[in-house]
């Protein structure tokens, strides 16, 4: 059994751990939570254990040590859901690698908690942490249907196609509560802009009629996020998404309602995931998926030591050595911001993914059309479809 110190991460028994807890980040330990993990107590149901300090914010709030306690113990709180008057809803793109140009988020922060997600550091410009307040404070943008409908009726719209859920999942579990996506959805039904979807929840099957109406119209094309069919590995890495079998069930059943749908391996972890990659590849492709796509972990920013403690406290036995596997996979770090490599990584590991996903995307015919969402048929109510 590893040793942890007080705080809850794993000893620095190594000169490796050393630099990783120190790093230059400077964020603080983790304090201790309830439920128990590798040894040390844990908070179920949440991927983040801690709400690391904003790089933002000049000070940071710290709750009074209660006396004879020697840890902190984090409470498991409810999510609080925040409603906000945002100013705008589509945003636009400039990364070059994502594959998109403007994207809409009805949503900030995301309750399924996958460890290793990038949006986490986002949360810090909203004045929060990436870490538990990530999951657990999520911003409602309960005017965006309307900033949308404005957004499409302006006239200096040339209509391209807008990525739902850029940044977070927009089927996380708010949009049952709220239905913001769905009400999107309908605007873009009603202009005939198109959208692509990414998600990791099978509640988007309840919008399964208005998608199956904007497949008619080549309008939509979505990827179902699977990463695993361990169900120990999903329940602590994204606690709160759908089982990876529901997310087949979304893929057959949207495909068979015309739907276009792919399957996205994000992100490949190796020592964690990775060999279950044609496993996936070849499960969607069963069932129904015709594309694919797919990133290697990376680390950036305050995710680099949230996952760090996460994998420590459920994978001892490995962490070191899943650990060097992400290094390895980005010439020595586990983060890489360069356009072009930081979703693919550099070096050996990250090589074999690519190869290995080149080799299954061929042998189970992913991909293998050339295949776009229909701009041409945007029209503004009672106004005339886009001229070329
Ligand atoms: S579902 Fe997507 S946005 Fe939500 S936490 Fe997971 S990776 Fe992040």
């Not at 914010?57 to 009074?64: I, M, P």
């Not at 919008?207 to 199956?212: I, P, R, V």
């Not at 309602?257 to 020592?271: D, E």
């Not at 229909?374 to 005339?384: E, H, V, Y």
Request: hydrophobic share 35%; charged share 25%.
């Amino acid at each position: 059994m590893p040793e942890y110190n007080k705080d809850g991460h794993p000893a620095a028994s190594s000169q490796r751990n050393k630099e990783i807890l120190q790093s230059d980040i400077g964020l603080p330990a983790s304090p201790l939570v309830n439920g128990v993990a590798g040894g040390v107590q844990y908070l179920k149901g949440r991927g983040a254990q801690y709400n690391p300090k904003n790089r933002f914010l000049k000070n940071e709030t710290v709750k009074e040590h209660i006396e004879a306690i020697d840890d902190w113990i984090e409470p498991n709180t409810e999510t609080e859901y925040l409603e906000e008057n945002a100013k705008g809803i589509v945003n636009k793109v400039d990364s070059p690698d994502v594959g998109m140009s403007y994207s809409m988020n009805p949503y900030q922060g995301c309750e399924h908690g996958c460890t290793y997600c990038y949006a986490r550091n986002v949360h810090e410009y909203w004045g929060y942490s990436a870490g538990l307040d990530f999951e657990r404070k999520i911003i409602v943008k309960k005017n965006a249907p309307d900033l949308l409908r404005k957004f499409l009726m302006n006239p200096k719209w040339e209509s391209v196609p807008i990525s739902l859920s850029g940044n977070t999942d927009c089927y996380q579990p708010a949009e049952k509560k709220f239905g913001i996506t769905r009400q999107l959805l309908e605007v873009c039904l009603e202009f005939n802009q198109p959208v692509g979807i990414i998600t990791k929840n099978a509640g988007i099957l309840r919008d399964k009629d208005l998608l199956a109406k904007m497949a008619e119209k080549h309008l939509v094309s979505i990827l179902v996020s699977i990463t695993s069919f361990d169900e120990e590995l999903r329940r602590v890495m994204e606690p709160r998404t759908t089982t990876a079998k529901q997310r087949l069930r979304t893929i057959k059943d949207l495909s068979e309602a015309g739907v276009r749908m792919g399957v996205m391996l994000g992100p490949m972890i190796p020592g964690l995931n990775e060999h279950e990659l044609q496993r996936i590849m070849k499960a969607a492709a069963e069932n129904g998926a015709t594309f694919s796509a797919y990133t290697f972990i990376r680390l950036n920013g305050a995710i680099k030591l949230i996952f760090h403690d996460w994998l420590y406290k459920n994978f001892p036995d490995r962490a070191d050595k899943v650990w060097h596997l992400i290094e390895s996979g980005h010439g020595g770090k586990v983060n890489d911001s360069r356009w072009g490599v930081r979703m693919r990584g550099e070096g050996n590991i990250s090589q074999l993914v690519a190869q290995q996903y080149a080799r299954y995307t061929q042998k189970y015919g992913l991909n293998a059309e050339r295949w776009e969402l229909d701009t041409t048929k945007f029209m503004r109510p009672g106004g005339q479809m886009k001229l070329f």
